[in-house]
């Protein structure tokens, strides 16, 4: 199972990015009162953590400010639910609503195994 990190204050955020130099890390943006953003965060919870990256969790609703400013920092359009994959502080990859699958994660990772044996 995946360790979940609850993503909450913006010194959270500039410490991913930070990490993001030395593994990937992956934000999942969600609203609690949204039922297809429930079955995505049932679905995501399900993966097994064999990735080796960082996975944080915000709580949209309650951390709106903090999710503008992850909107902002990476140039991406909110949604909700949303993934991003950051990786050498920048969102090499994002996705929302149902698009958000294993398979979708599965060809993240293979990109970035890829651009690691350049």
């Not at 400010?65 to 909700?80: G, N, Q, T």
């Not at 993934?83 to 609503?97: F, K, M, N, P, R």
């Amino acid at each position: 199972m995946i360790t979940w990190h609850e993503l909450s204050e913006e010194s959270q955020l500039n410490h991913l990015i930070q990490a993001s130099y030395l593994r990937p890390q992956l934000i999942f943006k969600h609203s609690v009162r949204c039922g297809t953003s429930a079955m995505i965060e049932h679905r995501l919870h399900q993966l097994s953590d064999d990735l080796g990256w960082d996975w944080y969790q915000l709580d949209l609703i309650r951390y709106r400010s903090l999710s503008d400013a992850i909107a902002s920092r990476f140039k991406v359009w909110h949604e909700s639910p949303q993934v991003l994959v950051i990786d050498q502080g920048a969102c090499t990859a994002h996705t929302s609503h149902s698009a958000i699958s294993s398979g979708w994660l599965e060809v993240q990772v293979s990109k970035l195994q890829k651009q690691g044996e350049v």
